[in-house]
């Protein structure tokens, strides 16, 4: 009863705002109710983790999600106003093992269904953006979402989104909470390793367009009592023969701060030692040449210091912005090295809407105790295909296939694994 009071007061609001502002401010360009957005997405996943070695129970699941995705225009104005409501939905179709799908219920097992709704407020002055609330999706190199189960990872905080300068755009934020891919509630932030919750990170940075082939990016965040971070990076694309060249490279260098600087307890991140400091820089360049419907890639990324590499890691599922981060895992252990081939193929000749992609990657020389040098290596084989007519048109059905061995694995954790992931989605535009 409580939500639906909650849902009907903003909607009165919304519905409110476009008329209250056309009558106090002149036109600025933007329409409140003409420029609004709204999609339904559909997503029904079949996960199926098959652990080889260790007491760990496989992991099956499979669901049925929804997301609706509202983004109005804005206001009339000197300043625009205008709302984002993001709603989502999963049901439980079917569950047994060690499930990571769904939330738990209080017996350990899964939910039948859970949900959630967002808000964030929003404002516009030119070509500045504001935004305030929950149900934000950054994908920053500082600070990414996870989107590989049924539902995505959002987070709530505060975002500043400027592109005032051309072929330049500037970005400033602060979170303080993130909602897990199979979770109905927010909680505050942390690292691998850590049990501790901080409530504030803070990123500011920019990407500048230089010329027609390069994108420069450099970002600054810092994690209370966990850590500063720095990035640079760079995306040249160069015509080479009959294709194309893309140098992808990126530099992180990661150092502790507060709590995990001294030391206390709580606040460790995983690495090589035990002392949990933060001690990281990431290196990594990719290079892949596209030519018709052929991509072929290679590349190499190096870890060095005593931590392993560090982003936020709340325990539901994370991304980090690496080359390595694949399927099943993300090669970002200290001191580790790994090379990682991909080949890929659109069969848009033969079957238009069909691609492949295969990738592999070896990493070597981390420690899981000092001195030890373990090696892993990850397989990922992925076909994707979007029905491209008739009264199917635009859904999308992909089949990712992953198998993991790893010398990381300690005890029964179960690292050694197979995975297979099948997608099934599509979208109503609805505005």
């Known amino acids: 009863m409580r939500k639906t009071l909650i849902a009907s007061s903003v909607a009165a609001a919304v519905l409110a705002l476009p008329t209250l502002s056309m009558a106090q401010a002149p036109n600025n360009g ?5 420029d609004a957005k709204a999609t339904l997405g559909l997503r029904n996943l079949y996960f199926n983790g098959d652990y080889r070695e260790g007491d760990v129970e496989d992991d099956k699941a499979w669901g049925q999600g929804f997301m609706l995705d509202f983004q ?22 079917d569950y047994q093992g060690s499930q990571s799908m769904f939330p738990e219920d209080d017996d350990g097992g899964a939910v039948p269904e859970f949900s959630q709704i967002d808000f964030a407020a929003k404002a516009k002055v030119s ?18 979402r996870n989107d590989g189960r049924l539902l995505p990872q959002t987070y709530s905080g505060a975002t500043l989104t400027s592109k005032e300068i051309d072929n330049l755009t500037l970005r400033l934020g602060q979170m303080d909470e993130s909602s897990g891919r199979n979770s109905t509630s927010h909680e505050n932030l942390r690292i691998g390793g850590s049990s501790e919750l901080v409530n504030k990170f803070q990123y500011a940075g920019g990407d500048a367009q230089l010329g027609d082939n390069l994108v420069a990016s450099y970002y600054f965040a810092k994690l209370k009592d966990y850590y500063k971070q720095h990035y640079l990076g760079a995306v040249h694309t160069l015509d080479l023969g009959a294709g194309q060249l ?12 507060g709590a995990n600087d001294s030391g206390a307890a709580g606040y460790t991140a995983r690495g090589i030692y035990n002392d949990g400091e933060v001690d990281n820089r990431a290196m990594s360049a990719m290079f892949t040449y ?31 912005y690496l080359i390595t981060d694949s399927q099943i895992n993300k090669f970002e252990r200290a001191g580790e090295k790994t090379w990682v081939g991909q080949y890929s193929y659109d069969f848009a000749d033969l079957a238009p809407g069909l691609k492949f992609t295969a990738k592999y990657l070896r990493g070597s020389d981390f420690d899981v105790n000092p001195g ?13 295909y979007t029905v491209q007519q008739g009264f199917l048109k635009d859904l999308g059905v992909s089949v990712r296939h992953a198998s993991l061995r790893s010398g990381a694995a300690e005890g029964n954790s179960g690292r050694d694994q197979d995975q297979l992931r099948v997608y099934l989605t599509y979208n109503f535009v609805l505005l």
């Open 372 to 384: 030890e040098r373990d090696e892993e290596w990850e397989r990922n084989l992925r076909l994707d």
């Open 290 to 320: 596209k030519l018709s419907n052929h991509g072929l890639g290679l590349g190499y990324q190096k870890m060095s210091g005593d931590s392993n590499f560090v982003y936020l890691d709340n325990g539901g599922g994370s991304t980090a």
């Open 127 to 144: 070509e500045t953006e504001l935004k305030v609330g929950r149900g934000l999706q950054p994908s920053l190199p500082v600070l990414m």
């Open 246 to 257: 893309i140098t992808d490279l990126r530099y992180f260098d990661s150092g502790s701060t």
């Open 30 to 34: 933007f329409s409140f109710v003409d």
């Open 72 to 93: 109005s225009g804005y206001t009339q104005g000197p300043v625009g106003f205008g709302l984002d409501v993001f709603a989502r939905a999963g049901i439980r179709l």
